[in-house]
């Protein structure tokens, strides 16, 4: 077996292998061409291909760690059968190289984290022979789009009332206006979503410029696919868009967040079905986001009021790796 570092030169490869693992564990693919393109050029990423004597790809491993944070990510995807012998090298040559960029980053121990759909027995052997552990589950949620026009929008027309209000009665909190957002907000836009994901599992801090240029890497950004929640003047609540599902006619929620001052009144709902409506209107069948089912904050509930499902989950194992190797 051959390994080597994969480039942009291999991406028809790489979907071929990533296309045969996601149909073996999920019957589905998962991934487009633009998602593999976009994973190789995110910051900080490393990825590696496996090739047989023939030089056919039989499996794809990368790092993902944009932040170059105490928080690794390691994914591998065989060909069945054929590809699995490649589970226990490319986890090895990973685990070696998580920790050498620990000790290039100034960590003493950072936690890796891998992947890995219940069907994935085998996989789930070679992490397990590695010392990785169970951490958690995460869902893959979808539902579908109607292709029936919808304002995204929310009014902000008060309710007209026949009596007088009562001044013991608590007022009524301004409804939310949801808007696209604005080329100068993206700080506040940053802002909110690292305060709001602060109270998840797991939050990894990123500064300002670096979750810019983690963006400006995207290949491609529709912004008006970018909604902020504005209540009083204040933006409580944010949405980002990904174009990781547009090749199979999906649109996808990578974040969806709202300040913990603001929970509780909606805003969430209503960044999720004015994001429905724009994808509806661009001609996406389907929505979809994944979430973790550990999430404090009730996310799971969220979308499944919004008419969402699960279409599949994956769980999450971890362990540590000492700088040291």
Same mark, same amino acid.
Request: charged content about 20%; hydrophobic content about 45%.
């Given at each position: 077996?051959?390994?080597?570092?994969?480039?942009l030169r291999d991406?028809?490869?790489?979907?071929?292998?990533?296309?045969a693992?996601?149909?073996?564990?999920?019957?589905?693919p998962?991934?487009?061409?633009?998602?593999?393109?976009?994973?190789?050029?995110?910051?900080?990423?490393?990825?590696?291909?496996?090739f047989?004597?023939?030089g056919?790809?039989?499996?794809?491993?990368?790092?993902?760690?944009?932040?170059?944070?105490?928080?690794?990510?390691?994914?591998?995807?065989?060909?069945?059968?054929?590809?699995?012998t490649?589970?226990?090298?490319?986890?090895?040559?990973?685990?070696?190289r #998580? +920790? @050498?960029?620990?000790?290039?980053?100034?960590?003493?121990?950072? !936690?890796? *984290?891998? =992947?890995?759909?219940?069907? $994935?027995?085998?996989?789930?052997?070679a992490?397990?022979?590695?010392?990785f552990?169970f951490?958690?589950?995460h869902a893959r949620m979808?539902?579908?789009?109607?292709?029936?026009?919808v304002?995204?929008?929310?009014?902000?027309?008060?309710?007209?009332?026949?009596?007088?209000?009562?001044?013991?009665?608590?007022?009524?909190?301004?409804?939310p206006?949801?808007?696209?957002?604005?080329?100068?907000?993206?700080?506040?836009?940053?802002?909110?979503l690292?305060t709001?994901?602060?109270?998840?599992?797991?939050?990894v801090?990123?500064?300002f410029?670096?979750?810019?240029?983690?963006?400006?890497?995207?290949p491609?950004?529709?912004?008006d696919?970018?909604l #902020? +929640? @504005?209540?009083?003047g204040?933006?409580?609540?944010?949405?980002e !868009?990904s *174009?990781? =599902?547009?090749?199979?006619? $999906?649109?996808?929620?990578?974040?969806?967040?709202?300040?913990?001052?603001?929970?509780?009144?909606?805003?969430?709902?209503?960044?999720?079905?004015?994001?429905?409506?724009i994808?509806?209107?661009?001609?996406?069948t389907?929505?979809?986001?994944?979430?973790?089912?550990?999430?404090?904050?009730?996310?799971?509930?969220?979308?499944t009021?919004?008419?969402m499902?699960?279409?599949?989950?994956?769980?999450v194992?971890?362990?540590?790796v000492?700088?040291r190797?």
């Open positions: 077996m051959d390994v080597r570092e994969c480039t991406v028809a490869a790489v979907l071929a292998v990533v296309t693992a996601d149909i073996a564990a999920i019957g589905e998962e991934w487009t061409e633009e998602e593999i393109v976009a994973t190789l050029t995110a910051p900080n990423n490393e990825a590696w291909l496996a047989d004597a023939g056919t790809a039989l499996a794809w491993a990368y790092l993902d760690n944009p932040e170059r944070a105490a928080r690794d990510n390691v994914e591998v995807y065989a060909v069945p059968e054929a590809g699995r490649a589970f226990g090298p490319l986890l090895d040559l990973a685990l070696e #998580v +920790a @050498e960029r620990a000790r290039a980053a100034g960590h003493a121990e950072v !936690s890796l *984290q891998a =992947g890995a759909v219940a069907t $994935e027995t085998e996989y789930i052997a992490l397990t022979e590695r010392g552990a951490r958690r589950r979808t539902r579908p789009l109607s292709p029936d026009p304002t995204p929008s929310v009014s902000v027309t008060p309710s007209v009332s026949v009596t007088p209000p009562d001044p013991a009665m608590p007022p009524v909190p301004p409804q206006v949801i808007r696209v957002v604005r080329p100068d907000e993206l700080e506040t836009f940053h802002r909110v690292q709001a994901f602060a109270d998840t599992t797991d939050f801090p990123i500064g410029a670096d979750w810019l240029e983690s963006v400006r890497a995207l491609s950004i529709a912004w696919e970018w #902020v +929640a @504005e209540v009083g204040e933006v409580a609540g944010v949405l !868009s *174009q990781r =599902g547009v090749e199979r006619g $999906e649109g996808w929620v990578r974040n969806l967040a709202v300040l913990r001052e603001y929970r509780g009144r909606g805003i969430g709902g209503a960044l999720l079905r004015a994001a429905f409506a994808y509806a209107a661009k001609g996406r389907t929505a979809g986001l994944g979430v973790d089912l550990t999430n404090p904050t009730g996310a799971y509930h969220l979308y009021s919004v008419g499902t699960v279409a599949f989950a994956a769980d194992y971890e362990r540590a000492s700088a190797g």
